[in-house]
């Protein structure tokens, strides 16, 4: 007989008595939603971590320093080409 299937046992007085599985646990029941569900969940929090930080409100990110200053700071410094 499979695995799922009730057993039947006769009683004494000839009723038959039909004995039930076991209660499965959680995570026996549902594991194979739980797994994706904390892939998904990992998978978008290390996205966030890799975002790049948010914009200043003049437009520029805030990672760059300003045009103007970038180009002065580089100048003396600055590889020549040939």
Partial sequence: TPVFAEE?????NGE????????????AKYWMYVIPLGLIVMN???Q???????E?????PAS???QG???AQRGPTAVRRR
Avoid at 8 to 12: S, T
Avoid at 16 to 27: A, G, L, Y
Avoid at 56 to 60: D, K, L
């Fill in 69 to 71: 200053a970038s180009t």
């Fill in 44 to 46: 978008a929090i290390t």
């Fill in 64 to 66: 760059q320093p300003q």
């Fill in 16 to 27: 038959v008595e039909v004995v039930k599985p076991p209660e499965r646990s959680f995570w």
């Fill in 48 to 54: 966030a971590m890799n975002m790049p930080p948010e």
């Fill in 56 to 60: 200043q409100a003049g437009g520029q």
């Fill in 8 to 12: 039947v046992l006769i009683g004494e």
